[in-house]
């Protein structure tokens, strides 16, 4: 039987995780469905605990590469080793809900080039704290990314990057699309090779749905790009998407504004605060140089908003920051149980 969906998993020292990934796999595959494994040159016990697994599941495959090639080759060496129809994206530390799969087979006979699914985000420990919006409103909405009217309300809805395909494990992509795009060099580094692919096939037609249903769950608190500080986790986020914006669509088209607008969403004060406080506790590690561009750049518009941030970034000290956020909470808890009390 032909494989419709190859689930595909790029992995790095990913021995405590991958079996919990694994395990809310395999268990709902059958012969429509096989599971890849790609492994960059891990020095842990990824190996050992990958040749448990192949040994007890026949659609399961592992390949491993002599050397860490980084997020961007690995996940296209990966791909290349599927057979699917489709393939569905997934890091080796989230977790697929049960039914995930069937889910998924559905949607993709509506014949999509790409599938946004939506997730929880829960602690290292995989405990759930919220559900992680993607578009507003949060329905499911199907745009031909190549037609321009099309194209600029699903920009527009966009509340997080993961609308412009920032979550690897919410993406299920036909294997054919991928195919026919490329990964370009001036990303191939930059973590986002695959959102540079995507983007690079707008102009020949690609059409993306987002499912708003919870498949799967992240595991947070595990974020492998954070491994040289905070602030330069920030920077790959900022000025890969601001250069992917300005690449892809040009710096003053509407694209680039909601693609910036979301990037301001997701870095508010509050983060640049605490980068802030960290750059003074871990000056080894952190650059403030770095973080004061970030900040620029992020808010560089001539909103009330940007400037306020600026010079909130400025003046306010973090502490000072989590104090006044703690009592305006307190503040209107208080003023709500006033009210009801009174009515």
Not at 108 to 121: A, F, N, Q, Y
Not at 133 to 151: C, G, K
Not at 183 to 192: A, D, I, Y
Not at 235 to 264: K, L, N, P, T
């Amino acid at each position: 039987m032909a494989i419709k969906l190859s689930i595909c998993i790029p992995i790095y020292n990913c021995g405590e995780f991958i079996g919990q990934a694994l395990d809310s796999i395999l268990p709902q595959s059958d012969e429509e469905i096989e599971v890849v494994v790609y492994d960059g040159g891990s020095t842990d016990d990824t190996s050992t605990v990958m040749g448990k697994y192949v040994s007890t599941w026949p659609n399961l495959r592992y390949y491993r590469g002599a050397v860490r090639g980084g997020i961007d080759a690995d996940l296209a060496e990966c791909v290349g080793y599927a057979n699917g129809e489709y393939c569905w994206l997934f890091s080796g530390d989230d977790v697929m809900r049960a039914g995930a799969i069937k889910r998924a087979l559905e949607w993709v006979k509506r014949g999509c080039d790409i599938l946004i699914c939506k997730h929880t985000i829960c602690t290292k420990e995989m405990i759930t704290m919220h559900e992680q919006p993607v578009l507003q409103p949060d329905q499911t909405f199907i745009a031909n990314l190549s037609d321009a009217n099309e194209r600029v309300e699903w920009f527009g809805r966009a509340a997080t990057t993961e609308a412009f395909f920032s979550f690897l494990s919410g993406l299920v992509v036909r294997r054919e699309k991928w195919q026919s795009g490329e990964l370009p060099e001036l990303f191939r580094k930059s973590c986002w090779g695959h959102v540079a692919r995507f983007f690079g096939l707008i102009s020949s037609g690609l059409t993306v749905c987002y499912i708003a249903e919870v498949w799967l769950d992240q595991r947070g608190d595990n974020d492998s790009f954070a491994d040289r500080g905070i602030v330069n986790r920030f920077r790959i986020a900022i000025e890969g998407y601001h250069g992917m914006a300005d690449c892809y669509f040009g710096h003053d088209s509407i694209e680039a504004f909601h693609i910036r607008r979301v990037i301001q969403n997701e870095f508010k004060l509050s983060a640049f605060l605490f980068a802030k406080m960290q750059c003074k506790r871990r000056p080894e590690i952190e650059s403030k140089l770095l973080l004061d561009k970030l900040v620029k750049m992020t808010w560089s518009d001539k909103s009330a908003a940007g400037y306020l941030t600026r010079i909130g970034y400025l003046a306010i000290p973090y502490g000072l920051y989590v104090a006044v956020r703690f009592l305006y909470r307190k503040l209107k808890q208080y003023l709500f149980r006033y009210k009801h009390a009174q009515a």
